[in-house]
């Protein structure tokens, strides 16, 4: 009897690991979908010189207003800031999966690491290529779509909170931890427009291409909690 129960709670175990990971997946599709069609539509807008680039200059010249604390926000999107961010939680995590044993602990901090890599793979080709100009609160000058800053922001606070999620016991931990790592990466992308630093679709482009990122590492992170899962 106890032989019998103990299988039937490793199956619906199971089977409500698979319905969590179908909707993942589900979930998944829709967001790496809508960000391929947004990030085309503003690359071939920059490139083309289209409509939407006089939205973008009217957006910019509302939000503008070069001051202390919207380069500091821009700062939180540095390689020196927010790298080490990452690198400390990748550190932990580390530390906790090899004591706890758990299988395929490594994938999350791999995957994290690798993306982070990825982003300047992207960014500088598409900066040379694409050549748009910059505000008028930088130095003449192109390359400035996509962000750099944003883009690095996003990954790198986006991956530490995804890989630390899992360690976190409680639900307000985990709530806490995402509404941590939005404001960091909405403070930087604001910080980027009021400054100048960027026009607010070279932001907008970044955040596209880092939410396929962080997809590809939630993905990886979920087969992972599923093989966990599995009897």
């Not at 967001?31 to 083309?48: E, K, N, R």
């Amino acid at each position: 009897m106890a032989t019998s129960a103990g299988l039937r709670t490793d199956r619906g175990g199971c089977e409500a690991v698979r319905v969590v990971s179908s909707r993942v997946s589900f979930l998944l599709l829709w967001l790496v979908g809508v960000s391929v069609v947004g990030f085309s539509l503003i690359t071939w807008q920059v490139v083309s010189h289209g409509p939407l680039l006089g939205v973008d200059r009217e957006v910019s010249r509302a939000l503008l207003h070069p001051d202390r604390a919207s380069e500091l926000l821009a700062d939180l999107g540095n390689v020196q800031v927010a790298v080490p961010v990452l690198v400390v939680v990748l550190g932990y995590v580390i530390r906790r999966g090899r004591a706890t044993g758990t299988h395929r602990w490594w994938l999350g901090p791999l995957g994290a690491a690798g993306l982070i890599v990825l982003v300047p793979v992207f960014v500088v080709p598409l900066k040379e290529w694409t050549a748009r100009h910059g505000t008028a609160a930088v130095p003449p000058g192109a390359g400035y779509y996509p962000s750099g800053h944003a883009a690095t922001a996003a990954v790198a606070y986006g991956a530490a909170a995804l890989v630390l999620l899992p360690w976190l016991r409680t639900a307000i931990a985990r709530r806490l931890l995402v509404t941590v790592c939005v404001a960091l990466v909405l403070g930087v992308s604001y910080g980027l427009v009021r400054r100048g630093y960027h026009w607010p679709l070279d932001v907008v482009a970044s955040w596209c291409l880092a939410s396929v990122l962080l997809s590809a590492l939630w993905l990886l992170i979920g087969v992972a909690a599923t093989t966990d899962a599995a009897p």
